[in-house]
C-alpha cells in the first residue's frame, strides 16, 4: 500500500514563506511525475506545480517567481517552496504522486495522493 505524507502548512502573514513536504512510502518500483495542487473554498482544484522524475519543472502562472517546486528521489520526497505568499494562496495542499507500484505493473502508472495540509496566508 503506498501512501503520500504532506507535512508544513500553516497560518502566515502575507509576504511570508512556508515550506510544503510530502514524502511517499509503501510499495514503490518507481514514481513519475510529482506535484503540487489546491483548492480553495468553493472552486476547482488546481495544479500549482509539478515536476518529473528527471527534475523538469512546471508551475501555474499565478505562482511564478513565488514557489519553486523540487524532489527528492532517494528520500522518495516533493517539496513546495512558497514566499512571498499572498492572501489568494489560501487553500489547502495536496501532493500528488505518479507511481508504478510493483516491476510487474510496468508502464502502468497509478495516481496517489496526500491527506491535503492547510495554508492560510492572512492580509
Known amino acids: 500500500q503506498v501512501q503520500l505524507v504532506e507535512s508544513g502548512g500553516g497560518l502566515v502573514q502575507a509576504g511570508g514563506s512556508l515550506r510544503l513536504s510530502c514524502a511517499a512510502s509503501?510499495?514503490?518500483?518507481?514514481?513519475?511525475?510529482m506535484g503540487w495542487y489546491r483548492q480553495a473554498p468553493g472552486k476547482q482544484r488546481e495544479l500549482v506545480a509539478k515536476i518529473t522524475s528527471d527534475g523538469i519543472m512546471d508551475y501555474v502562472d499565478s505562482v511564478k517567481g513565488r514557489f519553486t517546486i523540487s524532489r527528492d528521489n532517494r528520500k522518495k520526497t516533493v517539496y513546495l517552496q512558497m514566499n512571498g505568499l499572498k492572501p489568494e494562496d489560501t487553500a489547502v495542499y495536496y501532493c500528488n504522486a505518479r507511481i508504478i507500484p510493483q516491476l510487474s505493473d510496468w508502464p502502468r502508472e497509478y495516481d496517489y495522493w496526500g491527506q491535503g495540509t492547510q495554508v492560510t496566508v492572512s492580509s
Open positions: 509503501g510499495n514503490i518500483y518507481r514514481i513519475n511525475g
